[in-house]
Nanobody
Framework: QVQLVESGGGLVQAGGSLSVTCAASGGTFGTWNMGWFRQAPGKEREFVAAISWGGGRQYYSDSVKGRFHVSRDNEKKTLYLRMNRLIPEDTAVYYC??????????????????WGPGTQVTVSS
């Protein structure tokens, strides 16, 4: 049984930094592409970042490019997202997701088949 659990969310002032973590269990984490998505109140869930199974390729939405950094540790079966220079628009529930099928459409929510419950990130102005 595959499980993904996010942690590390919290309250941070604009301009600050925060890291969120996704711990995986019950699957072959090191063979999966992984992604981060977020959903703000009243908005649809949107792509944030993704990383290939070996960590060699990383992808970011235009809104976070240059500020966020995604990484992974396959031995620890853990996915990370470092968020820098945060702005209030980054406020959302952040979800990690796993693609066990090897899709190359990293930004497409439909390509991910496992999801965590999310962790809240709030950026104050």
């Amino acid at each position: 049984q595959v499980q993904l659990v996010e942690s590390g969310g919290g309250l941070v002032q604009a301009g600050g930094s925060l890291s969120v973590t996704c711990a995986a269990s019950g699957g072959t984490f090191g063979t999966w592409n992984m992604g981060w998505f977020r959903q703000a109140p009243g908005k649809e869930r949107e792509f944030v970042a993704a990383i290939s199974w070996g960590g060699g390729r990383q992808y970011y939405s235009d809104s976070v490019k240059g500020r966020f950094h995604v990484s992974r540790d396959n031995e620890k079966k853990t996915l990370y997202l470092r968020m820098n220079r945060l702005i209030p628009e980054d406020t959302a529930v952040y979800y990690c997701a796993a693609d066990s099928y090897g899709s190359t459409e990293y930004a497409s929510e439909a390509e991910y088949n496992y999801w965590g419950p999310g962790t809240q990130v709030t950026v104050s102005s």
